[in-house]
């Protein structure tokens, strides 16, 4: 996947994932499908996302079924969380399900802070 993305070609990015993938963009936006997933990253990939690259650190693995795997992984530099959904396929795995969300350290730090205030009371 993240060979993929330094290539910028937005069917080798999509093949990563399942025909029938669903995958929940940065910016909320719903993918359905490889073949949306190969244009709008095919679109990035020739502009905003031209010549970058992605580096996923991996936080947990979990698998759910010798065929499904959960990950959990986090993007340090855009701060944010990702969760992928990894089925066995002939050739290895497949990403059926992806979301990547942003943190709000602010947020965070208030959700925090009211649920140890919550605790005290």
Same mark, same amino acid.
């Given at each position: 996947?993240?060979?993929? &993305?330094?290539?910028?070609?937005? $069917?080798?990015?999509?093949?990563?994932?399942?025909?029938?993938?669903?995958?929940?963009?940065?910016?909320?936006?719903?993918?359905?499908?490889?073949? =949306? $997933? @190969?244009?709008?990253?095919?679109?990035?990939?020739?502009?905003?996302?031209?010549?970058? /690259?992605?580096?996923? $650190?991996?936080?947990?693995?979990?698998? !759910?079924?010798?065929?499904? @795997?959960?990950?959990?992984?986090? $993007?340090?530099?855009?701060?944010?969380?990702?969760?992928?959904?990894?089925?066995?396929? =002939?050739?290895? &795995? !497949?990403?059926?399900?992806? *979301?990547?969300?942003?943190? /709000?350290?602010?947020?965070?730090?208030?959700?925090? &802070?009211? *649920?140890? /205030? *919550?605790? *005290?009371?």
């Amino acid at each position: 996947m993240c060979d993929a &993305w330094e290539q910028g070609e937005g $069917n080798a990015y999509a093949a990563c994932f399942t025909e029938d993938s669903d995958y929940v963009t940065f910016n909320g936006m719903h993918l359905r499908g490889r073949s =949306e $997933n @190969a244009r709008l990253h095919g679109a990035l990939f020739r502009g905003v996302l031209k010549r970058t /690259r992605i580096t996923p $650190n991996v936080s947990s693995i979990e698998l !759910l079924s010798s065929t499904v @795997a959960l990950v959990h992984s986090s $993007n340090d530099r855009k701060r944010s969380r990702q969760t992928f959904v990894l089925v066995k396929a =002939e050739g290895g &795995w !497949l990403i059926r399900s992806f *979301q990547n969300t942003p943190q /709000r350290p602010v947020s965070i730090f208030f959700t925090r &802070w009211l *649920q140890r /205030r *919550q605790r *005290q009371l």
